[in-house]
């Protein structure tokens, strides 16, 4: 209970997904695949840190107060962001505590002989953000959730399957925003689960593939709380196969490797890129990398990738507002920067991707 103070919660949303898709080839170097409203965050997918979604889904918490995004940026915006995350938290408090008491009421009335231990926690994988590719076990465990604690990346589609007698609390990050640190998101977890709650903690893509699921794990593990986690498909599976590109292939590809883009104190390199990893019959996955790109790119040439080697970036893969860019990898920085691809995004840089049926250039 010692963090209940910093909370945020959601309730579940209604949205259509987007039928059409348009493809339009570049003749040289890049493919865009997109909707005509593919950039719009009004129209994201996904939750975005200050969308109306996601304040229509917490509207349960706000019962004293009418919360609304802010529309206009301040001339600080770092100053904005904690101002509008502590007023997030003051204005939620109330009525998490209301929570809080109804689970423990309904766990002492439920249990037998006076032993009530805790309830489960399951991680759950929500694949890269197609809802058909969920697994069957992680919808019904969805269904049967108390409390879900949701990430930004976890899709709107997905949020519908929740029961409507469940609560919903986005948790989610973006660059430069943090709706909930990840201490704090361990202890929500750990507070609803003493309470005798089934919580779901859902992640997009794998909760054990750069999630931080595995940290989730630990601490609740070592807390006595048992945890389930139950994996999904992650995006580097997911987008491969949305564009044809096989992540291994006899001959082309004997191996594949997972990078993650973020530099841990924010700069432009990336956290590791040793020479190994220009290995040309090796393919790379890059997640949450476009910050990092141009040097991640340069370094892999200067240990010797080809600079000519086919890579592509897609921005909210499997989405109906799925957008890409083919390029060469002495080209790929410059085209996605002329795109404007934004976050999220996944990158993938090998020989494979010259397989994908729409890889642009001519083949051998």
Known sequence: MALVQRIPVSSSSVRNWQQARTTNLSPVCCLHYKTASSSSSSSSPFTEKHSVERYQRDQWLYKAVEPTPPSTPSPSPFEDEVFVRENDIASQLPELKKLLSVLREKRVKGCKGGDCGPGDVYLVGTGPGDPELLTLKAVRVIQSADLLLYDRLVSNDVLELVAPDARLLYVGKTAGYHSRTQEEIHELLLSFAEAGATVVRLKGGDPLVFGRGGEEMDFLQQQGIRVQVIPGITAASGIAAELGIPLTHRGVATSVRFLTGHSRK???????????????????????????????????????????????????????????????????????????????????????????????????
């Not at 019959?281 to 240990?303: E, F, I, N, R």
């Not at 990898?329 to 976050?343: H, R």
């Not at 999220?344 to 083949?363: F, M, N, R, Y």
């Open 266 to 364: 924010g700069g432009t390199d990336p956290l590791f890129v040793a020479e190994n990893a220009a290995d040309p019959d090796t393919t790379l996955v890059v997640y949450m990398g476009l910050g990092t790109l141009p040097s991640l790119a340069q370094k892999l040439m200067d240990h010797g990738l080809p600079c000519d080697t086919p890579a592509v970036a897609v921005e909210r893969g499997t989405t109906p507002l799925q957008r890409t860019v083919f390029a060469e990898l002495k080209d790929f920085a410059t085209e996605i920067q002329s795109a404007g691809l934004v976050s999220p995004a996944l990158v993938i840089i090998g020989k494979v991707v010259e397989l994908s049926p729409l890889w642009p250039h001519c083949t051998k």
